[in-house]
T-cell receptor, first 115, second 112 residues
Framework: GAGVSQTPSNKVTEKGKYVELRCDPISGHTALYWYRQSLGQGPEFLIYFQGTGAADDSGLPNDRFFAVRPEGSVSTLKIQRTERGDSAVYLC?????????????FGPGTRLTVL | QQQVKQSPQSLIVQKGGISIINCAYENTAFDYFPWYQQFPGKGPALLIAIRPDVSEKKEGRFTISFNKSAKQFSLHIMDSQPGDSATYFCAASRSNDYKLSFGAGTTVTVRA
């Protein structure tokens, strides 16, 4: 497929567990973003990668959240010791270069439910 | 805190009518204002975007109006169709930045 893909589409976990969410960006896109969308809200920025490096992780809510992009393509968002407040849709987006006016292409998201 | 305020939260319009969604911002450093459309179970998709050097941009049935002095911008959907039923988000970013600040969204329902 030509779009951004995310797996799994749904993840249900128990409070305190560890989860990994995966994002496959559009081929050739150097910029990758993670956003979190709570029910009835707009997406909120979490972290931005340019290539392999996290250029801006200022949106990560706390140190339980971590993301990697080791080869500059696929990215994994990792959440430790999950809490019920982490329940949300986690969206990944990619863009060609990362310029402010680049179109960000979003994946369908992973719906995370923490019981 | 939300940097972009969006209203209304939801609206219902008859087929063929006009849908109007409004957004306001405080940060005068914002200089790129995209609108995203999101269908249930899908990620947001760029609909139309504007820079503050123009007051209006039109693409098909979708028009953005921009008022720099009032720090407001709006989306007009002309001749609304049932297929336009979706949630619409306004957003903003700065020229030396890449992250988008989104409004809370407006759910539009077009009745046939």
């Amino acid at each position: 497929g030509a779009g951004v893909s995310q797996t799994p589409s749904n993840k249900v976990t128990e409070k305190g567990k560890y989860v990994e969410l995966r994002c496959d960006p559009i081929s050739g896109h150097t910029a990758l973003y993670w956003y979190r969308q709570s029910l009835g809200q707009g997406p909120e920025f979490l972290i931005y990668f340019q290539g392999t490096g996290a250029a801006d992780d200022s949106g990560l809510p706390n140190d339980r959240f971590f993301a990697v992009r080791p080869e500059g393509s696929v990215s994994t968002l990792k959440i430790q010791r999950t809490e019920r407040g982490d329940s949300a849709v986690y969206l990944c987006a990619s863009s060609l270069l990362g310029a402010s006016t680049d179109t960000q292409y979003f994946g369908p998201g992973t719906r995370l439910t923490v019981l | 805190q939300q940097q972009v305020k969006q209203s209304p939260q939801s609206l219902i319009v008859q087929k063929g009518g006009i849908s109007i969604i409004n957004c306001a911002y405080e940060n005068t450093a914002f200089d790129y204002f995209p609108w995203y459309q999101q269908f249930p179970g899908k990620g947001p998709a760029l609909l139309i975007a504007i820079r503050p050097d123009v007051s209006e941009k039109k693409e098909g049935r979708f028009t953005i109006s921009f008022n720099k002095s009032a720090k407001q911008f709006s989306l007009h959907i002309m001749d609304s169709q049932p297929g336009d039923s979706a949630t619409y988000f306004c957003a903003a970013s700065r020229s030396n930045d890449y992250k988008l600040s989104f409004g809370a969204g407006t759910t539009v329902t077009v009745r046939a």
